[in-house]
């Protein structure tokens, strides 16, 4: 079937946001998100700056183990604060934890069913309640403090690499301030 590109009729709708969500819809979706952010991150083409040079410990262009963990925590972090700025005042607090705890079991989900041992995993969840506390006492302070913080996990090795705390500065920014945007024109709903 071939379409006439100056037939509206049959032209693909814009895309427009929902204007509900349930708490099963909201983590899935911030699920995908946090994924394609990460894979954005991680992707040595895709950087503007190599990751190796910025200090990150990487082989192959690849972060280590320890490094693509604490960009995925990192990144989970950014997505549950502009979850949590977007929905301020507008969502009951149960609806929104639920929300952000189907994203948590989702991406806990994605990493078992990609090779992570499921005996690891509540260490990992420890990890990131501990690194979210941090995030979030940095981010209070302001986005340099938050840069440094990320940057001390993501390189492991005492340095200060403004460099790289003004990159992970900036990808907070990219990912909170736009999901905000979108999240500020949705409901949260029960299921």
């Not at 983590?27 to 954005?40: I, K, P, S």
């Not at 990159?167 to 024109?185: C, G, H, M, S, W």
């Amino acid at each position: 079937m071939t379409v006439n590109m100056m037939d509206t009729d049959n032209a693909p709708s814009e895309f427009s946001a929902p204007r509900t969500m349930t708490p099963d819809e909201l983590g899935d979706t911030l699920a995908r998100l946090v994924w394609e952010n990460f894979t954005d991150f991680i992707a040595e083409g895709d950087a503007e700056v190599p990751l190796e040079e910025l200090g990150v410990p990487t082989e192959d262009g690849v972060p280590v183990a320890h490094a693509a963990e604490e960009a995925l925590i990192f990144l989970m972090w950014a997505h549950t604060r502009g979850t949590q700025l977007a929905f301020v005042g507008r969502a009951p607090d149960d609806l929104l934890r639920q929300g952000l705890d189907s994203m948590h079991r989702a991406i806990f989900e994605d990493m078992e069913g990609n090779g992570t041992p499921r005996s690891q995993l509540p260490l990992f969840e420890q990890r990131v309640g501990a690194r979210y506390h941090e995030y979030h006492q940095a981010s209070a302070v302001g986005d340099e403090m938050l840069g440094r913080a990320v940057v001390r996990h993501l390189c492991d090795d005492g340095g200060t690499h403004a460099e790289l705390g003004h990159a992970v500065t900036v990808r907070a920014v990219a990912v909170a301030n736009p999901l905000k945007d979108f999240l500020e024109e949705v409901e949260l709903v029960e299921a």
